[in-house]
Structure formats: C-alpha cells, structure tokens
C-alpha cells in the first residue's frame, strides 16, 4: 500500500509557472505508475498526466501539452508536475494517484488505486 501527499498549490496569474509535489510513502513507490488528474469546479475529476515507473513513457491530456511535464524521483519517492504558462482554465484541485501496474500508463481514474488528497491550484486572470 502506498499514501500519497500533494504540495505546491497555490493561487498565481496567468502565465506564471506552479510546480506540484506529490511524496509517496513506501519502499514500492518504483513499483508503480503515477499520475495526476484534477477536478475544475462543478466539474468532474480528469486525467492530466502519467509517468511510469522508469519515467520512459510519460502521456499527457492535450490541453497541457507543451506547458505541463509529470516527472518522478524514484530515490526520493516524489512525483513532481511541473506546470507553466498557466490559465484561468488549469484552475482545480490536483490529485496524485498510483496504479499498481509499473510498465504501462493509463488515463482512467479507475486504472489507479491509490490517491492523494488534493491541492488547490487557483489561476487568476
């Protein structure tokens, strides 16, 4: 089993730059791929990114492509989303979760089964 902590919310403006955390207890931390969705307000959970357990194969919503990157410090047991160029749009709460499947990524909340509590990310225009 593995618990999963986010950090790094916060309130910004348009265009600055928010880099997410997510500490992951346990020593099988390198056994899973990782992932983080967010929920915008009144709206339903989605999927943002996803990094396997090598960070080899990574996979990313199309709306953060190019100012998003998931990354991961296996030593550490950290996932980290780095997000740039932010909008009003990338406003929600961000959650981390687990997949117990290390190789392949995936894009469903119910491919994962671990998740965080969440952070607020609130971008002002």
């Known amino acids: 089993q593995v618990q999963l902590v986010e950090s790094g919310g916060g309130l910004v403006q348009a265009g600055d730059a928010l880099r997410l955390s997510c500490a992951a207890s346990?020593?099988?931390?390198?056994?899973?791929?990782m992932g983080w969705f967010r929920q915008p307000p009144g709206k339903k959970r989605e999927f943002v990114a996803a990094?396997?357990?090598?960070?080899?194969?990574?996979d990313y919503t199309d709306s953060v492509k190019a100012r998003f990157t998931i990354s991961r410090d296996n030593a550490k047991t950290t996932v980290f989303l780095q997000m740039n160029s932010l909008k009003p749009e990338d406003t929600a709460v961000y959650y981390c979760?687990?997949?117990?499947?290390?190789?392949?990524?995936?894009?469903?909340?119910?491919?994962?089964?671990?998740w965080g509590q969440g952070t607020q990310v609130t971008v002002s225009s």
């Open positions: 346990g020593r099988t931390f390198r056994y899973y791929t």
């Open positions: 990094i396997n357990w090598g960070g080899t194969l990574t």
């Open positions: 979760a687990a997949r117990d499947d290390r190789y392949t990524i995936a894009n469903r909340e119910n491919d994962y089964k671990y």
